[in-house]
């Protein structure tokens, strides 16, 4: 395993209601939540602090390709959060030279119909543009004789930005020796990540929205630099996979989104010839 754990604070740092409440107003998203949660009664309730962390990591990394597995509330954060990048981005006076094939774009996958179309219809004009949807079965399957599961279709997309909140293990299909996620005691267990992994840029942000035993079994399966984060007290996990730029244009990009902070970053074959 090559991942560090981390006991740092961001960027799956604690969050108190009333500072997660604050923020959302000053970005205009609370009242507009709150009515959504309203309209749609019994139905899973939005979580003020995970909704607020999402977007300021978004605003913060200047992400520009989001990718997100589970549709709900948080489309609509991410996606407000990433037309406030492009905004910024073009009343920009310097702009760095990148290489982007889908900017400002997020990218939501689910495993059914049902929200994707609940989803689409809490997005206003403003956002809707920005936003593609995949419905894609998760199957059962296996990662080095570990049973596991995934979606049958990705978004063909790099992102720089990935947030974990599905499947509902409920949807997951197919079994492996009499093991099914037929089981309500069975956690979910994606490997999505391992399969995307190889061609994912330095300075990618993964974020867990609780999953932790999926985490923990990503963490000893990822074979790149990843730091990972976790705090006391949250049920948020954040893996950062740091590694030097590729190229100029790569650097350009890390620069312009992440600052200062690339150059704690070690290079990576010289990791390799350590261990
Ligand atoms: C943990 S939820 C995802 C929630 C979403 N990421 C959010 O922050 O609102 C997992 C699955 O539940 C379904 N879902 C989405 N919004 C829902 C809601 N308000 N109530 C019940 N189920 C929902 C979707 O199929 C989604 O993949």
Known sequence: MRAKQISGKFPSGKIGEEEAVSYLKEQSLYEELLSIARSQGDRIKPKFRDLARLHSIVRQRKCLTVLEFGVGFSTLVLADALQKNK??????????????????????????????????????????????????????????GKMCHFYEQLPDVVPDFIYIDGPDPATVKGEINGQSWNNPARVVMSADLLLIEPFLMPGTLVLFDGRTLNARFLASHIYRNWDIYRTEGTDVTAMELCEMPLGQLNLNLMKYQLGDSIHKWSEPLNRLKEK
Do not use: C, M
């Open 87 to 144: 905004t910024d981005w073009a009343e920009a006076d310097d702009l760095p030279e990148i290489r982007e094939a889908f900017p400002f774009s997020l990218h939501s996958v689910d495993s059914g119909d049902k929200w994707i179309e609940a989803t689409k219809n809490i997005l206003t004009d403003r956002l809707k543009d920005l936003v593609q949807f995949y419905n894609s079965p998760v199957k059962v399957d296996h990662f080095n």
